[in-house]
Each structure stands twice: as C-alpha cells, then as structure tokens.
C-alpha cells in the first residue's frame, strides 16, 4: 500500500510540473496581451488629456495630464514622450515609425531602450504631435511570474490533499485484494471452505465472487473425484476378490474336477471385466494427455455405420432387444478418426442396451447436418431427467446416482464419449428421445485436413 501511496504522490508531483511548464507560456502571453491593452488605453487616455488641457491656456509640460492618471502612469512604470515631428527622438522608436505614427494617427509595436525591450503605444494629438508611451515587457513577465507561482502554490497545495485521499483509496482498494491474495494462497494449500465478503469497488467486489465461485467448484469438482475414485476402487475390488478366491481355490485344490472349467470361465470373465475398466481408464486419462492423438482420414460413415450395425443388432437380438438402422443410402463422406469414431459408437450402444428391457428398441442414426454429421443413439429405456442430462458426460455421475437402481457399466463409457468427440472437432449432447429413453448424438464437423493432430 505504501508503494501505491508514493506512486500516485509522485504522478501528482510530475502531473504538477508538467502543468507548470504547461501553464507558464499561457499565462505569460496572457499577460503580455492584457499589459497591451493597458498600455493601449493609456495611451488613448493621455492624449484625451493633453487635448482638453492645451486649450484651457496651457499647462505647464509637467502638468500635461491629471494627477490621477499622471499617477497611474507612474506606478506601471510608463514613460511618455510627446513629438510634432518625424525627426523626434523616442528611445526604441524609428523615424518612419514616427512619420507613421503623426500620419496615420496610431502606433502598436515593440522597441528596444536603454532600459530594456519596452511594449509601443502612440497616438496623435489634435492640437498636433503626438504622445508616444512605453513601458518595460519585464513589468509583464513579472506578473506573468507571480500569477504563475500562486497556480502552482494551489497545485501544491492540491497535492498535499491529494496524498491523505490517495493513502484512503488505497487503504480500501488495497485491503480487499490482500484479502483475495491470501484466500487463494488458502485455497492452493487444500481449503475449501474460503468464502470472501464482496467489498470495494465493483470490480475488486467481483474478484471476490469469483474466487468464492472457483472455490466452490473446487469442492464441488474434488466430492465428485473422490466418489469417482472410490467407485472406481469398489469395482476394481469386487472382480480382484473373484479372481483372488478362486485362485486360491484352484491352489489349494478344492475345486471338483467337474467345475475346473466353470471356474475358469468365471475367473476368465471377472478378468475380462478388469481389463475393460483399467483400458477406459487408461482412455480417460489420456484424453488429457498431450500425447493422446487422433489420425483423421477420409472415411464414409455410412460403411462405418453398416459394420456397427451388423455386430450390435446381433448382440440386441441375443437381449431380446429390437434394432434398427436409420443410415444413408448413398456415401456420407466425412474426416474423421474412423476407430475413435466407433468407439463412440459402441460405448454409447452397449450403454443403451444396459439400460434397455426386453422388448425395447435401440436405434442407430447417421446424417448430414449443417456443417458436419451427427450420430446418434437412442433408445426406449427409462431415459434421463434434466438434471441427469447435466452431468452425463462426467466420470462417474451418472454411476453414482443409479447403481443398484438400474443396470450400470464403470461410469466411464459416457465421459470417453464426450472427450472423444471433443477431441475430434465436435461435440456430444443427450437429450430425450422420441422413443421415449435417452437420445444421445455427437456433432462432428466437417474437416478438410486430413493431417493428424493433437487431442489436448
């Protein structure tokens, strides 16, 4: 805070010097332009005087003007001269400035005298000649100076009122962004529970919010990894204790002969079911790696849509599940990661047919939309609410919210699907089907480059 302090001090000291500079030549021309005018007036007074006072019987050469205005002439320092012919000598004044002068009836200028540069103001007399009056340019720098030294006296002034203000401000701009500052040191220490009072000016205020904000995202983002992680575990657990007992049984030779092979296809399947969760793992965790890459090519997606087809309407006809086929019947060309593209395909099928009774319908869809293509599974199962359609795509969510409700997978499936299509230039969204069940499409853009490139 002192920092600040001194440094809106020393703006204000450097914004009072430039002003100085800045002022010094405006008001000295000021002045110079009002001591003309002075002198003009003068000069117009005086020879008013000398006029109505040569009638009168003549004054004494001394006795030209009124005392008043003799006076006032005196005290700004005005020398006056009186001449009837071209050849009168005037310090700082020419000849021709003279024959000017008793010929045109006026003179304005500025000359150089004994005494120094002087403003110039003549005019004719009627009685014939005329008055010439001088005064010193230095009479009008020297108001010039003082004129400019009470500005900057009122500056200065004004600075030193400026610092308590400035010390305030900061003090209360200052105080809540400590606060900021130490709140999310708190937070990179592992709290959670940091909540700031808004205070300030708005802008500092919505600092506050917002680290309040991040700070309950935080919470909110760590609860869900934490219950990710323990579901991961509970489901790497449950097929470990299979495997481990009946290796053991095996070992110890307590299985009957007759049931070797039955344990085996046992052991075989829990291991099966370990393998898929650890490679959805591994997906998962790549898919915020830097070295996790798609390779794009030119693919028909009707073909791809054909193969999918063919391998899940058997697997639906072994569940007593019907399905059906909506693909394009000529090429639907498209770049594409065509592997990463039936993995979306399959995780989304095989999570439709989890959820879907017997009896149900599974539908695989595939156009041409504005833009890019869309794929599209859907099905007549019991479906996703709102607010399940708002956390589909996070690891886990979904798991959480219905195991032992309905038939769940490893929470996985639907996460891969949205950071697979994501990596591939799109997006994926779930909404209601009409079917009834769930209807979830992925947007794929349309993509010239063929060349690979990096899934951040």
């Not at 003179?107 to 001088?134: C, D, K, N, Q, T």
């Not at 097929?239 to 009957?256: F, Q």
Request: aromatic residues 4%; negative net charge.
């Amino acid at each position: 805070m002192t920092r600040m302090v001194l440094l809106t001090s020393v703006v204000a000291a450097i914004m009072v010097v430039i002003a100085g500079l800045i002022s010094y030549p405006l008001i000295r021309s000021a002045e110079v332009s009002q001591s003309q005018n002075q002198l003009s007036r003068l000069a117009d007074l005086t020879a008013a005087a000398i006029d109505r006072g040569v009638p009168d019987g003549g004054r004494e050469r001394d006795q030209l003007v009124p005392p008043t205005l003799a006076a006032t002439l005196r005290s700004e320092e005005v020398q006056g001269y009186l001449v009837f012919e071209p050849s009168g000598a005037v310090p700082g004044v020419a000849q021709e400035e003279v024959r000017e002068l008793l010929e045109r009836g006026t003179l304005s200028s500025e000359g150089e005298s004994p005494e120094g540069r002087v403003f110039i103001e003549g005019r004719s007399l009627v009685s014939g000649g005329a008055v010439i009056l001088e005064q010193p340019v230095a009479i009008a720098g020297g108001s010039a100076q003082v004129g400019l030294l009470r500005f900057l006296m009122a500056l200065f002034i004004g600075l030193l009122v400026a610092i308590p203000i400035g010390y305030f401000a900061a003090s209360r701009l200052v105080r809540p962004l400590r606060a900021a500052r130490d709140a999310a040191y708190e937070m990179k220490a592992g709290s959670r529970d940091v909540r700031l009072e808004p205070e300030g000016p708005s802008e500092v205020a919505e600092i506050a919010l917002a680290l309040n904000s991040l700070s309950e995202a935080l919470s909110i983002s760590e609860r869900r990894q934490r219950e990710f992680l323990l579901s991961v575990s509970h489901e790497l657990r449950t097929p470990l204790t299979a495997v481990k007992g009946y290796a053991e049984a095996l070992a110890d030779d307590v299985i009957e002969p007759q049931d070797v092979a039955k344990t085996g296809a046992t052991v075989a399947a829990e291991a099966q079911r370990l393998d898929r969760l650890v490679s959805d793992l591994l997906d998962l965790a790549r898919l915020g790696a830097v070295d996790f890459r798609v390779n794009p090519a030119r693919v028909d997606l009707g073909g791809i849509g054909v193969e999918a087809a063919e391998v899940w309407s058997t697997r639906c006809e072994r569940e007593d599940v019907r399905f059906e086929q909506e693909l394009p019947e000529g090429p639907l060309m498209t770049v594409t990661d065509p592997m990463r593209l039936r993995q979306i395909i399959d995780n989304l099928s095989e999570n439709a047919l989890r959820v879907s009774p017997s009896g149900s319908i599974i539908v695989l869809a595939m156009r041409q939309v504005a833009g890019g293509v869309e794929v599209e599974v859907r099905d007549s199962g019991p479906g996703l609410t709102a607010d399940d359609m708002a956390i589909a795509f996070e690891p886990g969510a979904l798991y959480e919210r219905y195991r032992g409700v309905r038939p769940v997978g490893t929470g996985l499936g639907l996460a891969l699907v949205g950071r697979l299509a994501a990596g591939l230039g799109g997006y994926a969204r779930v909404t209601t089907a009409p079917e009834g069940g769930a209807c979830f499409t992925v947007f794929l853009p349309a993509v010239e480059s063929s060349v690979a490139i990096d899934l951040v």
